[in-house]
């Protein structure tokens, strides 16, 4: 499957740069997400995303001292995550860490994360991740999703 990354969820930013850059993207297309700074982290972003079934749900992304250059975290704030096929380190695992690249943005994250939350409704309801996935999962999970998607 093909998609195209608009360009200005991307940063271009100097390093010193970055952090006015990320939260003016941010801001841009996530005006409910906050982007701050933490003592143990480069900055946390935080805030609210609805899915196509009305359910809101909070998240948080802490982007380490080694970002721009490692895939920030994403973890459910307020809300327990579900066992599914895409979770890493107890939070959503959008992407593996070698798709990263420096020059995406934290509001690219958040969009994949839209992505992943609505995704995550369908794995609630059906019992399958819907779409292409990354890894392999064992017999009885690929039955039921080839099942799903006759």
Same mark, same amino acid.
């Given at each position: 499957?093909?998609?195209? #990354?608009?360009?200005? $969820?991307?940063?271009?930013?100097?390093?010193?740069?970055?952090?006015?850059?990320?939260?003016?993207?941010?801001?841009?297309?996530?005006?409910?997400?906050?982007?701050?700074?933490?003592?143990?982290?480069?900055?946390? %972003?935080?805030?609210?995303?609805?899915?196509?079934?009305?359910?809101?749900?909070?998240?948080?992304?802490? %982007?380490?001292?080694?970002?721009?250059?490692?895939?920030?975290?994403?973890?459910?704030?307020?809300?327990?995550?579900?066992?599914?096929?895409?979770?890493?380190?107890?939070? $959503?695992? #959008?992407?593996?860490?070698?798709?990263?690249?420096?020059?995406?943005?934290?509001?690219?994250? #958040? %969009?994949?994360?839209?992505?992943?939350?609505?995704?995550?409704? #369908?794995? $609630?309801?059906?019992?399958?991740?819907?779409?292409?996935?990354?890894?392999?999962?064992?017999?009885?999970?690929?039955?039921?999703?080839?099942?799903?998607?006759?």
């Amino acid at each position: 499957m093909d998609f195209r #990354v608009t360009r200005s $969820l991307l940063v271009s930013a100097t390093p010193d740069g970055r952090l006015a850059a990320e939260k003016k993207i941010l801001a841009a297309h996530f005006p409910q997400f906050t982007l701050s700074t933490r003592t143990d982290a480069f900055a946390v %972003a935080r805030g609210q995303l609805e899915t196509f079934t009305g359910r809101k749900y909070r998240v948080e992304i802490t %982007a380490d001292s080694s970002y721009p250059h490692s895939l920030p975290e994403i973890h459910p704030v307020g809300w327990t995550l579900r066992p599914n096929p895409h979770i890493i380190r107890g939070g $959503l695992c #959008v992407m593996r860490a070698n798709q990263w690249a420096s020059f995406m943005s934290v509001a690219f994250l #958040v %969009a994949k994360s839209a992505l992943w939350l609505n995704k995550y409704e #369908v794995f $609630l309801d059906k019992g399958i991740w819907p779409g292409p996935e990354q890894h392999e999962h064992g017999p009885i999970y690929k039955v039921r999703k080839w099942w799903h998607e006759l």
